[in-house]
């Protein structure tokens, strides 16, 4: 399995995305590239 | 995706007017200048990267790869959209969103400090933190150079192919991978 260890966290007021690999690859790139969803 | 890239642009530019009013020299606004620059580069990639993946045929392809001159060149391995490595350009469109856009934005609102001066409250630079913009955005622009590797990443590599494949599934069994992403 992967650990991912990343310090804090910091949000802009928008959705955050995941590292966690599962979450990633379950997505669309479409739906990550497209302005307006986040 | 532009959403939290407009947002990093905009504090880019609020940090920029502070400092051309700031007494204390010039330090940060190239660097600041930049990183603007660099961003608007990104915003590129990834507007060519989804007009790519919208494309309905390979005849599409270069008619919208024309549509970005600047980058265009960088994408001739793309005949189709097909030709896009999906995996690896996820990866690192989140980690653009989550850590390094995200990263930058939180220093760059840390430049400037509240301090009495001469019985009065001014802004004052925080040199530490106008440093780690120009080391954070040394590293986004790296990244925003490579961007378009990654799109072209060739499909045969062991990394191009989702964590559900045979080969990965074979890997996980023997192997604990630790992964450290540090701030600074």
């Known amino acids: 399995m992967t650990e991912y260890h990343h310090e804090g966290h910091y949000s802009l007021g928008t959705k955050t995305l995941n590292y966690d690999a599962d979450d990633i690859e379950t997505t669309d790139l479409k739906d990550l590239l497209i302005p307006s969803k986040i | ?184």
């Open chain 2, 1 to 184: 995706m532009s959403k939290v890239i407009q947002i990093l642009k905009s504090q880019a530019a609020s940090c920029l007017e502070k400092l051309s009013q700031c007494p204390e020299g010039s330090e940060g606004i190239t660097d600041i200048i930049n990183l603007m620059h660099v961003a608007d580069i990104l915003q590129k990639h990834f507007e060519l990267t989804l007009a790519l993946l919208q494309t309905d045929s390979e005849e599409e392809v270069e008619p919208t790869k024309q549509k970005f001159e600047t980058i265009r060149s960088q994408y001739e391995g793309i005949r189709s959209k097909e030709d896009i490595t999906i995996v690896p350009t996820k990866y690192v469109v989140v980690l653009f969103h989550d850590k390094l856009i995200v990263e930058l934005t939180r220093i760059l609102k840390k430049c400037f400090k509240k301090s009495w001066t001469t019985g009065r409250m001014q802004l004052v630079k925080d040199h530490d933190n106008i440093a780690k913009v120009k080391i954070l955005g040394g590293r986004f622009e790296v990244a925003v150079q490579h961007y378009a590797q990654i799109v072209c990443f060739s499909k045969d590599d062991i990394f191009a192919l989702p964590k559900s494949s045979p080969i990965w599934q074979e890997l996980y069994k023997s192997t604990t991978f630790k992964v450290f992403l540090l701030s600074i």
